[in-house]
C-alpha cells in the first residue's frame, strides 16, 4: 500500500536501501503477518546492514512480538497505516476525534486492491483481525454461499458515517476518488477530502528517528503500550 512513497524516499536518501514489499492482504491474519515480518528481521545479517525498518504500525497487534535480531529494529510509532498516510499520531487522533467511524480511500491502497477483504477503517466497526477473505469464504463454502456471507457481513458499513479520501503524492489519484464518492453516496455517508502527509516514511528511510519512533535494540521485543506511545520495549526483567 505503501509502496510508491516508500520507493520515493528510497531513491533519494543519502543510506543504500533494500526494499521489500508484502502483500496487503497479510493484515488480516495479524499473527501471519507478525510471523513472516519476524522471519524477515531475522534474515538480515550485520555483514550488510545497519537497520531493519518497517513502514508498518502496530498493525492489529501484528507489531507487538516482533524482536530485532543482529541490527536494530524500526517502527513508526503509528497504531497503523492510516497514521503513515495522514503523516503523524496526532493527525490520526484529530480524524478519529472528528470522526470515529471513518471508512478510508487512498491511491496506493486502492491500486493494490485484491479484491480480499482488507479494507482501512476507523472506529466501531469490524476490526481488521475479524475479516475474512472472500478467496477463503469461497474456499469453505463455495462461491454462491460465499457471495451470500459477503453481502450479509456487509451490514456492519453501517457502523460507518465518513469516507474519507487521502489524495497521494504522484501516479493517477482521480479514479480512486471517483470511487470514493461513490462508495459514500451507496452506503448513505459523508464524503470528505482529508490532506496527508507522507512525512513518517520519508523520516523512517532518511534515518532521522525521534521520539516518532521505536529503536528495538538487538535482541530486544516490542510490545504494545497503552497510551500515546502506542507501542514500547518489552521489560528486561519482563
Sequence with gaps: MLAR?????????PHIVDTEVLEKALHNRPEGLRELLQERIMNCSSQRYDAVVLAYGLCGKAAAGLQAGE?????????DCITLF?????????EFEKEPGTFWFMSGYMERDTADGTDLFQGPG????QVISYQELVAKYGEDNAKYLIETLGVWRSNYRRAAFVPGEGGNSKHVEKQAREEAVRNGWNFEVVDGSTRLLRKLLFATWD???LIIPPGQKVQMANDERVIDLVSLSS
Excluded at 5 to 13: D, K, L, M, N
Design 5 to 13: 512513497p516508500v520507493y520515493h524516499y528510497a531513491s533519494q536518501t
Design 71 to 79: 541490527i536494530p529494529l524500526v517502527i513508526p510509532r503509528a497504531h
Design 86 to 94: 495522514l503523516g503523524s499520531r496526532e493527525k490520526y487522533r484529530e
Design 126 to 129: 469490524l476490526s481488521s483481525e
Design 211 to 213: 521520539e516518532e519512533f
